[in-house]
């Protein structure tokens, strides 16, 4: 049997807040979360953030995420990122293929590279799917949310599983303040462990859920079993409200 896997919990501040905004809210949560026995925390800052946040979270177990990663090594990607400049910036992991990204013309293709030159310069990789309302309810969530994992993971290999995530971000769920139910979740993130099992062991990766997480909801929706944390936009931007669905999964 594999080892119970350790939850994370991940916030994505999307475009808020200035370096000096992001070193005041991450010494205010380093306060608030203290030692986080037991679960994986991270905050995703803007880029230009990046190294403010890391500073004030230097000592805590808090880590920070980039929002992107770019796949090439360097080179003419004019307002492009590499994993070396994150990780250079203080960055130990990056979302990759965000409904937000995908929306912006990123490809599967693009999150397939991204995904394997993140890994491959030691980032982890938190690997976002999820549907639109319209695939909802044509039936078409499972078959939507199974090309998306394959694609994303067509480079990936079994000896990546512990440096892969995977959030289940459903488009309709993300700041509408409409979240998945606890069945809906839970249904979605089993697809995307069972089709993500084809490349690594299933059973030790960690699925996300992501889309209108509050201090309310957090709690119902990572004790599903197929849950193993969170991906948080809104609620993550006041670090009491973050603290709290942190509070909720240890
Ligand atoms: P909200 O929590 O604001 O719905 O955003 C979810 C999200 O997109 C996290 O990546």
Redesign the pocket.
């Not at 990607?77 to 910036?89: K, N, P």
């Not at 990766?205 to 990572?222: C, I, T």
């Given at each position: 049997m594999s080892a119970p896997r350790r939850p994370l919990v991940a916030g994505?501040w999307k475009m808020h807040k200035t370096a000096g905004e992001a070193r005041d809210a991450c010494a205010a949560l380093a306060a608030l979360v203290g030692g986080a026995p037991g679960i994986d925390v991270a905050v995703c800052p803007p880029f230009t953030a990046l190294q403010a946040a890391s500073e004030a979270l230097a000592g805590s177990p808090i880590a920070v995420y980039a929002q992107n990663v770019h796949e090439a090594d360097q080179g003419a990607h004019t307002g492009e990122i590499s994993a070396a400049m994150l990780r250079d910036a203080g960055a130990a992991g990056a979302l990759v293929g965000?409904s937000e990204r995908r929306a912006a013309g990123d490809t599967d293709d693009q999150v397939a590279a991204r995904v394997r030159a993140g890994i491959d310069a030691g980032l982890l990789i938190v690997m976002?799917c999820g549907e639109s309302l319209d695939t909802r309810r044509a039936g078409d969530t499972q078959a939507w949310v199974t090309r998306q994992v394959r694609a994303g993971l067509s480079q990936a290999t079994a000896a990546d599983v512990d440096r892969l995530v995977i959030a289940y971000?459903p488009i309709w769920?993300?700041?509408t303040g409409e979240t998945a139910t606890p069945e809906q979740a839970q249904e979605a993130c089993a697809i995307v462990r069972a089709v993500a099992g084809e490349v690594v062991d299933g059973q030790a990766l960690r699925v996300l859920y992501?889309?209108?997480?509050n201090p309310a909801n957090a709690a119902e929706l990572m004790a599903c079993p197929d849950v193993d944390g969170a991906?948080?936009?809104?609620?993550s931007l006041d670090p009491e409200s973050f603290a709290a669905i942190v509070a909720a999964a240890s």
């Amino acid at each position: 049997m594999s080892a119970p896997r350790r939850p994370l919990v991940a916030g994505n501040w999307k475009m808020h807040k200035t370096a000096g905004e992001a070193r005041d809210a991450c010494a205010a949560l380093a306060a608030l979360v203290g030692g986080a026995p037991g679960i994986d925390v991270a905050v995703c800052p803007p880029f230009t953030a990046l190294q403010a946040a890391s500073e004030a979270l230097a000592g805590s177990p808090i880590a920070v995420y980039a929002q992107n990663v770019h796949e090439a090594d360097q080179g003419a990607h004019t307002g492009e990122i590499s994993a070396a400049m994150l990780r250079d910036a203080g960055a130990a992991g990056a979302l990759v293929g965000h409904s937000e990204r995908r929306a912006a013309g990123d490809t599967d293709d693009q999150v397939a590279a991204r995904v394997r030159a993140g890994i491959d310069a030691g980032l982890l990789i938190v690997m976002c799917c999820g549907e639109s309302l319209d695939t909802r309810r044509a039936g078409d969530t499972q078959a939507w949310v199974t090309r998306q994992v394959r694609a994303g993971l067509s480079q990936a290999t079994a000896a990546d599983v512990d440096r892969l995530v995977i959030a289940y971000e459903p488009i309709w769920a993300i700041g509408t303040g409409e979240t998945a139910t606890p069945e809906q979740a839970q249904e979605a993130c089993a697809i995307v462990r069972a089709v993500a099992g084809e490349v690594v062991d299933g059973q030790a990766l960690r699925v996300l859920y992501g889309g209108s997480v509050n201090p309310a909801n957090a709690a119902e929706l990572m004790a599903c079993p197929d849950v193993d944390g969170a991906l948080v936009g809104g609620a993550s931007l006041d670090p009491e409200s973050f603290a709290a669905i942190v509070a909720a999964a240890s």
